[in-house]
């Protein structure tokens, strides 16, 4: 299994433009995680969905952000207008159902972005 | 909301030696997370538990419900162990949401 995808691995773009970072989860996970790194917050869980469907997005910052999953093998988040305080690492994670306590989470490599 | 606390925030040792990270929260969890975040960046899941001890190659990992304290363990520690330690705390069954640790930065000198 090539495990998480996500993409691209940097980002770098100017104040105002339109981001948007991807992930393809591990095939048959069932929740699918996007998590945002910094120095000062650490991570923190934006928003995620279970079964494609979005569960909780309580953490999303903003309207600027917003994510969608069309398909259980495919996920975006999307960041309109970007800011200079939206630069980050940005981790997709995805894990099979909740029922199994031997389920841990698998990360992709990030998406490291920069906005000038 | 939950507050997680590690302890150390830096730790630095010598190859061998054992180690111990310790984490702390405030409220009741569903499950604890240990996670490894590599020089790299990468996060790899080491450890998902949500009472007593488990146990993989030279990692241990153990949890007291009743103290809310989780440990990480490290036997005859190596220079490829030196990454960031990362406990997260889930709340409540049936809510994926984790509140993470600040982490702890390991480096094992040879």
């Known amino acids: 299994d090539a495990g998480v995808i996500q993409s691209p691995r940097h980002e770098v773009t100017e104040m105002g433009q339109e981001v948007t970072l991807r992930c393809k989860p591990i095939?048959?996970?069932?929740?699918l995680f996007w998590y945002r790194q910094t120095m000062m917050r650490g991570l923190e869980l934006l928003i995620y969905?279970?079964?494609?469907?979005?569960?909780?997005d309580s953490g999303m910052p903003e309207d600027r952000f917003s994510a969608k999953m069309p398909n259980a093998s495919f996920s975006t988040l999307k960041i309109q207008p970007s800011e200079p305080r939206d630069s980050a690492v940005y981790f997709c994670?995805?894990?099979?159902?909740?029922?199994?306590?031997?389920?841990?989470?698998?990360f992709g490599n990030g998406t490291r972005l920069t906005v000038t | 909301k939950n507050e997680v606390e590690q302890s150390p925030q830096n730790l630095t040792a010598q190859e061998g030696e054992f180690i111990t990270i310790n984490c702390s929260y405030s409220?009741?969890?569903?499950?604890l997370h240990w996670l490894q975040q590599h020089p790299g960046g990468g996060i790899v899941s080491l450890f998902m538990?949500?009472?007593g001890k488990k146990k993989h190659g030279r990692l241990i990992a153990t949890i007291n419900i009743q103290e809310k304290h989780s440990s990480l363990h490290i036997t005859a520690s190596h220079p490829r162990d030196s990454a960031v330690y990362i406990c997260?705390?889930?709340?409540?069954?049936?809510?994926?949401?984790?509140?993470f640790g600040t982490g702890t930065r390991l480096t094992i000198i040879p």
């Open positions: 994670a995805s894990r099979e159902d909740r029922s199994s306590y031997n389920s841990p989470l698998h």
């Open positions: 095939s048959g996970h069932d929740y």
């Open positions: 969905f279970n079964n494609n469907v979005p569960i909780d």
């Open positions: 409220v009741g969890i569903s499950a």
């Open positions: 538990l949500s009472s």
């Open positions: 997260a705390a889930g709340e409540r069954f049936g809510n994926e949401k984790l509140t």
